[in-house]
């Protein structure tokens, strides 16, 4: 008898992609996305945080791989950095956004994603309408909570998720205000159903700071539903280094393929 693959594992039956919070590790989760989209294999949901709601939230909006690669490998610095110096009132969801309290604005990276989307076969505006189910998760402000938002405007949606604090400000969504979902769920897990199949791509954490939330231990145990994918072998990208995402999203493919055409490890 055949030894079952990772890939045969997610082939057998519907699963759901979830995708981390991790500063700029877009380049990484587009890197995952490559690979599962080369082996056909499609999620039937995908569920996004922060960087992860960059990557899965495009490619559940119908950008195509091959689209998000270009995108990211030709990304520059002043493609996203437009700097606020004063305050100015926090986002909202018209087409035309601000910030409050954020070192960037956040107009171009709304541009950014507005082209990228505009792009697609079918364009669409709103989560609901995503030809991938999409689950973004956000930090609600006022009241302290984690948000999964599955309705709604996709744009500001992104934006919120990751609007991590000091760089961006907070982005206003049906009147509350929201941030980046790293802040109480870094990994995204509230959005799951219990024992929802899924494959978990998870971002170490980097920072020389506490984690904001969750457990790293926790967040990297795979289950009989729970596949996960750890690569920590990935350039740290930011804004000043921009150059090694390319490198970062093509080690996680090549990582991604090569975890594919494994033998399943069964927790």
């Known amino acids: 008898m055949t030894a079952q693959t990772n890939a045969d594992w997610l082939a057998a039956a519907p699963f759901t992609l ?35 709601a960059i990557a899965g939230g495009m490619w559940a909006a119908g950008v195509a791989r091959e689209e998000l690669v270009e995108l990211l490998s030709t990304l520059r610095r002043q493609d996203f950095w437009d700097p606020s110096w004063a305050r100015s009132k926090p986002t909202s969801d018209a087409a035309d956004p601000g910030t409050a309290l954020g070192l960037l604005r956040g107009r171009k990276l709304d541009q950014l ?29 006022r009241r302290r909570r984690t948000r999964v938002l599955e309705h709604g405007l996709l744009r500001p949606a992104i934006r919120a998720s990751c609007a991590l604090p000091v760089m961006f ?7 509350r205000l929201h941030a980046d979902g790293g802040i109480s769920d870094r ?36 289950t009989t539903q729970r596949q996960v994918l750890v690569f920590e072998d990935l350039p740290r990208v930011h804004p000043g280094a921009l150059e090694r995402g390319a490198t970062a999203l093509c080690r996680a493919r090549d990582h991604t393929l090569r975890w594919l055409t494994a033998g399943r490890h069964r927790p």
């Open 113 to 141: 994603l507005a082209d990228a989307l505009a792009r697609t076969a079918s364009p669409v505006e709103r989560i609901e309408d995503c030809p991938i189910d999409l689950a973004i998760v956000t930090h609600e402000l």
């Open 169 to 175: 400000g907070p982005v206003h969504i049906e009147g």
């Open 18 to 52: 979830v995708l981390s919070a991790g500063f700029f590790g877009f380049y990484a989760h587009a890197g995952v996305i490559e690979a599962l989209d080369h082996a056909g294999l499609r999620p039937r949901r995908i569920v996004g945080t922060s960087a992860g």
């Open 187 to 222: 990994a995204g897990f509230s959005a799951l159903a219990p024992n929802e199949r899924a494959l978990y791509h998870h971002l170490p954490h980097r920072s020389r700071w506490p984690r904001p939330s969750g457990s790293e231990t926790d967040d990297r145990q795979a």
